[in-house]
């Protein structure tokens, strides 16, 4: 009786332990999304009923009842009633901080004619003190239905806008973000309306072009580094505006699925911002910045320190932007043959290709991906032989313009 009780304690024990190996424990989901079709990106299974989730790790995405197992009383439960859910997209080179300021500022990029541009700084002068700066950006001449009487190298001129804004300084940027239009006290302001011999000196930038008429007055158009004569004499933000900006921008990225965005050139206060957000739990999406490339201060500082890996994937710093040439819409895109509709003109090499060769080499040193806007077949060129990639560059010598090229530099 003993041996037949030993025997079936013994049967229990292998049973239990059986049972064990075949059903373990599942952990509990956080969240339990369901009721409509999920897009996984993975070729083996793409598409499923539902997705279990713990904080914001996947613990398993296939059929509605297998992953009811994962559900417990605090199971947070979405229901998507029909709606269709896919992974979050990653913006991969974008101006995050610019996509707030675009909402609190003057939204340009639906006007479709320059006197779009003068009735709606018009409108905002009426509710702006004067001396007040008015800041907007989007336009774009190219997309206009019609263009103004007067033009100069393709460009409007700023009489109209002046004459709406007299007590205003305005600035106003390109879509592109490579050019900017300034009113006539804008220019006062940064002493940009001498005739004068000693003047005009003023009106040379390195990089960048004042346009002037026939008669060497500027026309409003400041492109590339020449937008700087401008923009050093618009009052710096507050940390209020920026915060709010900040905000605008997160909010814009969720209305369109972005989770992710590659912020394509920041700065010390900007670095300081995202931090900042983080550590209020305000930081809503994964966040990879390259430093501005420009800035030699802020790039010896972050090649004594490195790279800043973030293990919460939300503030990463591990990037350089270095901006190479301008964009084709403010015809600041570098160019091996002149643009068409301005003989003579090649566009502008914004950095010397010294400093882009230096830094690169520092940054690929320093542990840092270095990535290059080059949007001209000539910036791309000049890029890709400082790297000794010929075979890359000649693939690119077929075409008379890359399409939004982004050289990387790799070892």
Not at 133 to 152: C, D, L, N
Not at 158 to 166: F, I, K
Not at 199 to 220: C, L, S
Not at 247 to 268: K, P, S, W, Y
Request: charged fraction near 20%.
């Amino acid at each position: 009786m003993g041996l037949q009780n030993s025997i079936g304690r013994c049967f229990a024990m292998g049973f239990l332990l059986l049972t064990a190996c075949s059903s373990p424990k599942k952990e509990s989901a956080t969240l339990l999304i369901y009721g409509g079709p999920i897009y996984t990106v993975d070729s083996t299974q793409a598409m499923v009923e539902a997705v279990a989730t713990k904080d914001s790790v996947i613990l398993f995405a296939g059929s509605l009842a297998e992953a009811e197992q994962y559900k417990n009383d605090q199971t947070q439960l979405i229901d998507l009633e029909g709606k269709t859910m896919t992974p979050g997209l990653i913006e991969g080179h974008g101006h995050f901080m610019g996509l707030g300021y675009n909402e609190l500022n003057l939204d340009l990029i639906n006007t479709t004619s320059y006197q779009e541009i003068v009735d709606a700084v018009a409108e905002k002068v009426k509710t702006t003190a004067p001396g007040e700066w008015i800041t907007g950006r989007g336009w774009h001449q190219s997309k206009w239905e019609e263009m103004p009487e007067v033009t100069v190298n393709g460009f409007q001129t700023h009489d109209l806008l002046s004459a709406v804004s007299p007590d205003n300084p305005v600035y106003l940027s390109h879509a592109s973000g490579h050019a900017g239009f300034a009113n006539a006290k804008a220019m006062e302001i940064a002493g940009l309306q001498v005739l004068s011999k000693e003047g005009i000196d003023k009106f040379e930038v390195e990089g960048g072009e004042v346009m002037r008429d026939e008669i060497g007055r500027p026309t409003g158009i400041f492109n590339e580094r020449a937008q700087n004569l401008i923009r050093k004499h618009i009052p710096q933000s507050t940390p209020e505006k920026n915060t709010k900006a900040f905000e605008l921008a997160v909010a814009a990225c969720h209305r369109n699925g972005i989770t992710g965005f590659h912020d394509a050139g920041v700065g010390r206060e900007t670095i300081a911002l995202y931090e900042e957000m983080k550590t209020g739990g305000k930081m809503q999406i994964r966040m990879y910045g390259m430093l501005t490339g420009w800035d030699k201060d802020l790039l010896k500082e972050w090649y004594e320190k490195g790279p800043m890996v973030d293990p919460d994937n939300l503030v990463t710093i591990r990037s350089v932007k270095l901006n190479c040439d301008g964009a084709l819409g403010s015809r600041g895109a570098w160019l091996l043959e002149a643009y068409t509709d301005r003989p003579g003109h090649f566009g502008h090499e914004t950095l010397s290709m010294d400093f882009v060769k230096e830094t690169a080499l520092n940054g690929l040193q320093h542990g840092f991906q270095v990535c290059s806007h080059a949007i001209g077949d000539r910036a791309n060129r000049e890029i890709l032989d400082r790297i000794g990639n010929r075979r890359i560059a000649r693939r690119n010598y077929g075409s008379s313009i890359s399409n939004r090229a982004c050289a990387a530099f790799t070892s």
